[in-house]
């Protein structure tokens, strides 16, 4: 069954936390988990989390006060608080603060999936208007360089080979994803999509393949796996360069036989399902190293597709943000807001190392921040006012920008890695990786 949501429990009591994403799994949601306030901070930057369930007693804050600010970064998000007994004032006064509901534990075990369920159905329905758009209608741009792509797009959605497309992260990858589905013959059919980047080894094969009850601890029943659940549809694997080569072995014989051994199991699943993968690798080379299978790299990139990173097409910048004003703006309610020259001019500059991803949430955030309808400088974020294109250095490849201004991102924080990895858009891993791939120091 393909998942109802995606959730994150916090709570520093790790049995319970761990009791509590079993019952939430065996609902049909996809679960991650946090500790305390600063591993939620990172999860929250890493994953698509729609609905987080927090316990207000945390080791590094309280769950009242991140609710509030949890709202004003993730506006989308729909909170849980969990309360115990003698803080049931907390919970009314994290609903003040913008909380979906609260919970007493171990009191209403049974509202918390009814209570969950409805907490998503809201969350969705507050994306409903990105949602509206469908196919490549979704993928914004007039530059020469963005059309291409659609085309080639267009023409290979007809048929059922298999797709890789590369890019860096944040260019609109699932995107073309899904509007190759929807214009291929398989759109009736489930268009399934995974972050391979996003799960362990083990984890990541039962969520592909499934696996057979009592197959591990914690199989508790016979699970599908999402090639299953693609079954005459689309699966998307997002990152697919994160994958490990023991997997990867076992994706190439499904992509040469369609068959596949759910984990535990000795019966063979068929399945007919298209392949579409992505990655901001580059896989030829990773090969060459060891790291990624040169065979299944052949089989992945039959028809591969270059997406453009948002500074290669600078003209495309107000397009964006025109969009993305006019489809927040329904989300807020806000009417009729507008940019600024200047406000226009910094993000025209700017770099955008976490390209279309991170314009639409500084889009967002400025709309909230918004002055009597009008997006002006002092909505931006300071990292991006004083570390446009027009600070960086000239004659420079793409790659000596992205290090350029990641190390100045990293002054602007004084080496908080956290907050670097924040207001870049990307994940501490990805930070982490690019900061040694670059040669930046962590003494700056």
């Known amino acids: 069954m393909e998942s109802k949501g995606v959730v994150l429990i916090i709570d520093d009591e790790k049995q319970l936390r761990g009791l509590l994403k079993r019952i939430v799994e065996l609902e049909d949601y996809t679960v991650f988990e946090a500790g305390d306030l600063k591993s939620a901070w990172q999860m929250l930057e890493r994953q698509p989390i729609q609905v987080v369930m927090s316990d207000v007693k945390l080791p590094d804050g309280n769950g009242v006060d ?41 009191d209403d075990n049974e509202k918390m999936i009814p209570m969950l369920d409805l907490a998503m159905q809201k969350a969705k329905q507050t994306n409903r208007s990105e949602a509206s758009l469908t196919g490549f209608d979704k993928v914004i741009g007039k530059t020469s360089i963005i059309e291409n792509a659609v085309n080639m797009a267009k023409r290979v959605a007809q048929t059922s080979t298999t797709v890789l497309l590369t890019g860096e992260t944040g260019t609109g ?34 969520e592909l393949f499934g696996h057979k009850a009592g197959a591990f601890t914690g199989a508790l029943k016979d699970k599908k796996g999402l090639f299953e659940v693609a079954h005459k549809g689309t699966i998307f694997l997002d990152e697919i360069g994160e994958m490990s080569l023991d997997l990867q072995a076992k994706l190439l014989r499904v992509l040469e036989s369609g068959t596949f051994l759910r984990v535990g199991d000795t019966k063979e699943v068929k399945v007919d399902v298209r392949v579409i993968s992505a990655t901001n690798r580059d896989l030829e080379k990773e090969s060459q190293t060891g790291h990624f299978r040169l065979d299944l790299y052949y089989r992945l990139s039959v028809f591969q597709i270059s997406l453009p990173a948002l500074r290669e097409r600078k003209t495309d910048i107000t397009l964006l943000s025109k969009h993305f004003i006019k489809d927040l ?12 020259p200047e406000f226009q001019q910094i993000l025209e500059n700017y770099t955008w190392p976490g390209n279309i991803r991170e314009l639409k949430n500084v889009i967002e955030r400025a709309l909230i921040l918004q002055n009597n309808g009008q997006l002006q ?22 790659q000596s920008v992205e290090k350029f201004h990641i190390e100045k991102v990293l002054q602007h924080t004084k080496g908080n890695k956290t907050e670097t990895a924040r207001l870049l858009n990307i994940g501490l891993t990805t930070l982490y990786r690019k900061m040694e791939e670059y040669g930046i120091s962590l003494k700056l």
């Open 66 to 106: 991140f609710t509030a600010k949890l709202k004003s970064q993730y506006p989308h998000l729909e909170i849980i608080v969990m309360t115990a007994y003698g803080t049931i004032q907390d919970g009314v006064k994290a609903m003040k603060n913008g909380a979906f509901d609260y919970l007493v534990k171990g």
């Open 173 to 206: 990858k699932e995107v073309f994803a899904q509007a190759i589905h929807e214009a291929s013959v398989r759109h009736s059919e489930s268009f399934v999509a995974i972050n391979c980047a996003a799960f362990s080894r083990e984890i990541l094969e039962s």
């Open 329 to 340: 703006s329904k989300k807020y309610g806000f009417q009729q807001v507008t940019m600024t």
């Open 377 to 398: 400088k002092d909505c931006l974020p300071p990292n991006l006012i004083h570390h446009t294109q027009a600070d960086a250095p000239s004659g420079l490849d793409l």
